[in-house]
């Protein structure tokens, strides 16, 4: 059996539902964004925010509990950057979704516009 990476296991459910979960509010998928850009401080991160610098730690700890930050200390400040390698693992998770979605459409457009296929609803023996 070959050996998948941990850039290709796919997700189990409970990382699914932190990454769904973190990626539910606005401000997580501003900060992973800006954190997908570059390396930054909670302090820096919190200084664009209206609302505490508590609140904004209890977004980043979110998104570092979904593996989609990784969290380190420097001096006294605490920087955080994106993992690329779980906004790899999700988009490769909404991929999927993707194809499954996109196979349906397919074979639903092609039952709908071929009327020779026995399951066409016009089809003369049904």
């Known amino acids: ?31 992973l964004r800006r954190t997908v850009e570059r390396e930054q401080s909670v302090s820096a991160l919190a200084a664009d925010y209206d609302m505490s610098f508590a609140a904004v730690q209890k977004h980043v700890a979110v998104l570092e509990a979904a593996r989609l930050i990784v969290k380190r200390a420097e001096g006294r400040e605490r920087l955080v950057r994106a993992d690329p ?39 003369p023996e049904r």
């Open 85 to 123: 390698v779980m906004i790899a693992r999700a988009r490769a998770l909404l991929a999927r979704y993707e194809d499954l979605w996109r196979s349906r459409v397919d074979r639903l457009d092609a039952l709908l516009t071929h009327p020779e296929n026995p399951e066409h609803p016009q089809h």
């Open 1 to 31: 059996m070959p050996q998948h990476s941990p850039r290709h296991r796919e997700l189990t459910d409970d990382e699914t539902d932190r990454l769904f979960h973190a990626l539910a509010a606005a401000t997580r998928r501003d900060i």
